[in-house]
């Protein structure tokens, strides 16, 4: 990343990198790894950096603000056949509004012209369940 001259860079990891508190697998059990990668995005500020993740059952955004105010988004997609069902709450301090909790699928729109990338969380019927922009 540190080279990079792309207007966007999306990391995906199978489990959530942002979350902390919930007891299912998340990169918080690999803190050192966690930390790292972190510190490269804080020191490289990569345009468009968005992370993706999944297997979790639920869907949700989440975002932390890290130094010199860059923003990085995390977007949580997983639920297209099974859901966490017996789903009641759990914490996630960077969570930005709320858990889906049906069956759903993610969707990513680029906007090259407007410099934005929409994400969607969508559920039977292509209805909208959750969405986010975020500029680049």
Not at 110 to 134: A, C, N, P, T
């Amino acid at each position: 990343m540190e080279n990079s001259d792309a207007a966007i860079h999306i990391l995906a990891c199978g489990i959530q990198f942002l979350p902390e508190e919930h007891r299912f697998e998340k990169w918080a059990n690999f803190p050192k790894e966690r930390e790292r990668l972190l510190k490269l995005i804080e020191k490289t500020k990569p345009g468009g950096t968005v992370l993706i993740s999944g297997d979790r059952h639920l869907s949700e955004v989440s975002k932390v603000v890290l130094k010199d105010g860059y923003p990085l988004y995390e977007i949580t997609s997983s639920g297209l056949t099974h859901v966490y069902s017996a789903y009641s709450g759990e914490p996630n301090r960077y969570r930005q509004g709320a858990v889906v909790s049906e069956l759903n699928y993610g969707l990513l729109t680029i906007d090259w012209v407007e410099k934005s990338m929409y994400f969607q969380i969508k559920g039977q019927e292509g209805r909208s369940l959750l969405e986010q922009k975020i500029a680049f």
